[in-house]
């Protein structure tokens, strides 16, 4: 789903949200709602494209844990209501290229089990979870948001050392952003403008994580919450 640079978005005063953040927000720009709908279609997807192949998750944190834990959900109901059990197993990674709204040139990667148990297997990426099974699987990594895609060919690149039998991406946003280098996730839910949001787990210097909905922070909010 693709939304316009010129999409003024949904009026605050049509959503319930926290009270501490009065007057940080501009306006909703997904609802969350839409944002369990898409999440739902996504999950038809990856199930459809997975084959006889279980899952091997990566989260990516922080950022991504509600979209991954909504998404694996959506996969395991799915499972439950067909022929086919589908086996995930889930591991988490932390990145940190974020000072404020900026992008830092140096990322962080933190956390994660032994990677090399990997090797030789069928990885699917979505910000979220990861396993390490003795069978052919599918690892995902399933992540929050794709900007420039500097992030995730860090991430990639540390991971392909292991060789894993396939890698796949998962992320609930992509950016339209001035500073492209052309990776697209193999799944993603919204293309949105090159904007600052906040909500649905994606935070500003640790806050905004509680709003459920995906907003746009304003130029008082950024001040307010700035390190």
């Given at each position: 789903?693709?939304?316009?640079?010129?999409?003024?978005g949904?009026?605050?005063?049509?959503?319930?949200y926290p009270?501490h953040?009065?007057?940080d927000?501009?306006?909703v720009?997904?609802p969350?709602?839409i944002?369990v709908?898409?999440?739902?279609q996504?999950?038809?997807?990856?199930?459809?494209d997975?084959?006889?192949?279980?899952i091997v998750?990566?989260?990516?944190l922080?950022?991504?844990?509600?979209f991954c834990a909504d998404l694996?959900?959506?996969?395991?109901?799915?499972?439950?209501?067909?022929e086919?059990?589908?086996s995930?197993?889930?591991?988490f990674?932390r990145l940190?290229?974020y000072?404020?709204?900026?992008?830092?040139?140096?990322?962080?990667?933190?956390?994660?089990?032994d990677?090399?148990?990997?090797?030789g297997?069928?990885?699917?990426?979505?910000p979220?979870?990861?396993?390490?099974?003795?069978f052919?699987?599918?690892f995902?990594f399933?992540?929050d948001i794709v900007?420039?895609?500097?992030t995730?060919?860090?991430?990639?690149?540390?991971?392909?050392?292991?060789?894993p039998k396939?890698?796949?991406?998962?992320?609930?946003?992509v950016k339209?952003?001035?500073?492209?280098?052309?990776?697209?996730?193999d799944?993603?839910?919204?293309?949105?403008?090159?904007?600052?949001?906040?909500?649905?787990?994606l935070?500003?210097?640790?806050?905004?994580?509680?709003?459920?909905?995906?907003?746009?922070?304003?130029?008082?909010?950024k001040a307010?919450?700035r390190v």
């Open positions: 789903i693709q939304i316009s640079d010129n999409w003024p949904y009026s605050l005063d049509l959503f319930t009270q953040y009065y007057g927000l501009e306006y720009l997904i969350h709602g944002i709908d898409r999440t739902e996504l999950a038809k997807d990856i199930v459809q997975i084959g006889d192949n279980d998750v990566l989260c990516v922080k950022g991504g844990y509600k694996v959900e959506h996969i395991k109901n799915l499972s439950r209501n067909s086919r059990f589908i995930m197993k889930v591991d990674v940190k290229s000072h404020n709204d900026q992008s830092m040139q140096d990322m962080q990667i933190m956390g994660g089990d990677l090399s148990k990997l090797t297997k069928l990885l699917y990426k979505f979220l979870f990861s396993f390490s099974l003795c052919t699987l599918f995902m399933c992540k900007g420039t895609g500097r995730m060919k860090v991430l990639l690149n540390t991971i392909e050392k292991y060789k396939m890698i796949k991406v998962a992320s609930l946003l339209r952003t001035s500073r492209p280098d052309g990776y697209r996730p799944y993603y839910g919204f293309e949105i403008p090159d904007l600052f949001v906040v909500g649905y787990a935070d500003y210097n640790e806050h905004f994580r509680d709003l459920n909905h995906i907003c746009v922070i304003n130029d008082h909010g307010k919450y």
